[in-house]
């Protein structure tokens, strides 16, 4: 492992690209992967978002939710299933995948049907995984364990770019704060671009999240995603990262904290806007 190794600062996934000082791109999608009609909708009205808009999209969706509160909680359709409908979403929709690994033995199976690999923030530091999301070759989001500083990034970077993978995303998902509550310090943001050298993603939903809030399950200030989210664009980032569902009341995971599709168009025209003024990307008039 070469621990010098740095990190790509302009990483490229598909068509879209992630940089501190491009224009944002966005991760979105439902928490959970419920069902190939669900995927192939979200999907699909994603894309159309985003052609209109002409920003970069990777659809996010979870094949299982190995994290959850409560035993008894849904989890997801499973590894088995979930692939074929990956392959499809990339094939008939043209957008790039990401979905989270739990295994390092999941990682190059799961490769063979996403672009990218998403470590999830209570396993950013279980190094096996890493160095297995690495030698995919594939495109590697680390989530910010909510218990970690962001300069303690820089040594979970050093292990995927140590492990021959320059193409990592780091994400800013908020801190634990007492119990059931994260708070989301912008600080985190530079800090996290200056010390890792890799593009940086703001988590909007899942910064809102109170982990076991609700005691069986977790909960979530919704209200607050805007507001976070424009902070942190302000700030700057390389993208966003939101969760969105038609019916998000009903969603099987993470319901209190995702935006509701029929908001998402008009959050990411708002986040738009504060992204090309925090980057000086605003059209000047002609004098």
Known sequence: MNVNSPAAPI???????????LSMSIIAGPCQLESRAHALEVAGALKEIATRLKIGLVYKTSFDKANRTSGTAARGIGLAQALPIFAEIRSSLGLPVLTDVHE??????VAQAVDVLQIPAFLCRQTDLLLAAAATGKVV??????FLAPWDMANVVAKITGGGNPNVLVTERGASFGYNTLVSDMRALPILARTTGAPVIFDATHSVQQPGGKGASSGGEREFVPVLARAAVAVGVAGVFIETHPDPDHAPSDGPNMVPLRDFEALIKTLMGFDALAKNLVKKPIS
């Open 104 to 109: 390092a033995t999941q990682c190059a199976e």
């Open 11 to 21: 990483v490229s996934v598909g068509p879209v690209k992630f940089g501190n000082d």
């Open 141 to 146: 989001n680390i989530k910010k364990g909510q």
